[in-house]
């Protein structure tokens, strides 16, 4: 008799760097990854997903050939692998900040080279050589550019006249005696899906269910949740001040002059506006953490 059990959806996560932050993103989604240091399939709490660990550089290559249903991969090797994918959302997520990453090209500090140009006929290193030969490319620049295996700061000087690197901050770079003179290209993660798996009915709602709620665990972490209670001769003026995705939800106390007030905020806000509302007749205010938000 045939088989009639679904077989699972296969994700690719990615293994380094984002590593730990897409676990932690997962985590706030909703899903319990249990990850194992001699294994490169951790586990998940959701018996449709099966999860893989591989290298960002080589995540879109394995979804367009179908080995991988979806994973999450940087928008940077898609471009470098010119990988046939569905794009299905971006996730604004790195490993130390929420801010795109750049893919710089960089000199010595001491190097004469002050623009692009200046490295005509020259060497350059870097582990994205095709978007950087397609950089120089339109700006009618001919340089050598060779692949480097790791450790691509130290090669400059001496090994190379340049380097184009990946840097989310510029510390590393600074740290070796680096200058950036251009940005190739900026980057966020992407979570993609192999073409035929798309059009799977079953996989496509698992792909677009996981991507809200991804969506909605990074949106979460701009916002919070305020609570606060407020009489009814100062209800207007409170919630004049306040913010809103929507609009705030009001609900009246078991003492009907006194009204509830929930509203969900940009935490950057908070310092300056819990003193405002208190200022307008607010009183017990609370503000809590979010996991998710889904607009």
Same mark, same amino acid.
């Given at each position: 008799?045939?088989?009639?059990?679904?077989?699972?959806? =296969?994700?690719?996560?990615?293994?380094?760097?984002?590593?730990? @932050?897409?676990?932690?993103?997962?985590?706030?989604?909703?899903?319990?990854?249990?990850?194992?240091?001699?294994?490169?399939?951790?586990? =998940?709490?959701?018996?449709?997903?099966?999860?893989?660990?591989?290298?960002?550089?080589?995540?879109?290559?394995? #979804?367009?050939?179908?080995?991988?249903?979806?994973?999450?991969?940087?928008?940077?090797?898609?471009?470098?692998?010119?990988?046939?994918?569905?794009?299905?959302?971006?996730?604004?997520?790195?490993?130390?900040?929420?801010?795109?990453?750049?893919?710089?090209?960089?000199?010595?500090?001491?190097?004469?080279?002050?623009?692009?140009?200046?490295?005509?006929?020259?060497?350059?290193?870097?582990?994205?050589?095709?978007?950087?030969?397609?950089?120089?490319?339109?700006?009618?620049?001919?340089?050598? #550019?060779?692949?480097?295996?790791?450790?691509?700061?130290?090669?400059?000087?001496?090994?190379?006249?340049?380097?184009?690197?990946?840097?989310?901050?510029?510390?590393?770079?600074?740290?070796?005696?680096?200058?950036?003179?251009?940005?190739?290209?900026?980057?966020?993660?992407?979570?993609?899906?192999?073409?035929?798996?798309?059009?799977?009915?079953?996989?496509?709602?698992?792909?677009?269910?996981?991507?809200?709620?991804?969506?909605?665990?990074?949106?979460?972490?701009?916002?919070?949740?305020?609570?606060?209670?407020?009489?009814?001769?100062?209800?207007?003026?409170?919630? @004049?001040?306040?913010?809103?995705?929507?609009?705030?939800?009001?609900?009246?106390?078991?003492?009907?002059?006194?009204?509830?007030?929930?509203?969900?905020?940009?935490?950057?806000? #908070?310092?300056?506006?819990?003193?405002?509302?208190?200022?307008?007749?607010?009183?017990?205010?609370?503000?809590?953490?979010?996991?998710? #938000?889904?607009?």
């Amino acid at each position: 008799m045939a088989n009639d059990t679904p077989k699972k959806m =296969i994700i690719g996560l990615p293994k380094g760097s984002l590593e730990q @932050a897409t676990y932690d993103l997962f985590a706030k989604a909703g899903y319990v990854i249990s990850p194992s240091r001699r294994s490169y399939y951790p586990g =998940i709490d959701d018996p449709d997903l099966s999860l893989i660990l591989l290298r960002p550089q080589e995540m879109a290559r394995y #979804v367009e050939q179908g080995n991988l249903d979806c994973g999450l991969t940087g928008k940077d090797w898609i471009l470098e692998n010119g990988s046939d994918v569905h794009e299905i959302c971006e996730l604004e997520y790195s490993k130390a900040t929420t801010n795109p990453v750049r893919w710089v090209l960089a000199v010595h500090e001491d190097a004469p080279f002050q623009k692009p140009e200046d490295l005509q006929g020259k060497t350059i290193a870097t582990e994205a050589v095709n978007m950087t030969r397609r950089f120089l490319e339109q700006k009618g620049i001919q340089a050598h #550019v060779e692949f480097s295996w790791g450790a691509t700061e130290v090669k400059c000087p001496g090994l190379v006249d340049a380097i184009v690197e990946l840097t989310e901050t510029g510390s590393s770079l600074r740290a070796n005696r680096l200058r950036i003179i251009a940005t190739i290209t900026e980057s966020t993660t992407r979570f993609i899906a192999n073409h035929a798996a798309w059009k799977d009915a079953a996989k496509r709602t698992k792909m677009e269910h996981l991507a809200m709620l991804l969506q909605g665990a990074l949106l979460a972490r701009k916002k919070v949740g305020i609570k606060l209670n407020v009489a009814a001769c100062a209800l207007d003026a409170v919630t @004049a001040i306040l913010p809103s995705l929507k609009q705030p939800t009001i609900s009246h106390l078991k003492d009907k002059d006194w009204f509830a007030i929930e509203v969900v905020v940009d935490e950057k806000t #908070v310092r300056e506006l819990m003193p405002r509302l208190k200022q307008a007749g607010a009183c017990d205010i609370i503000e809590y953490p979010l996991n998710k #938000v889904i607009p």
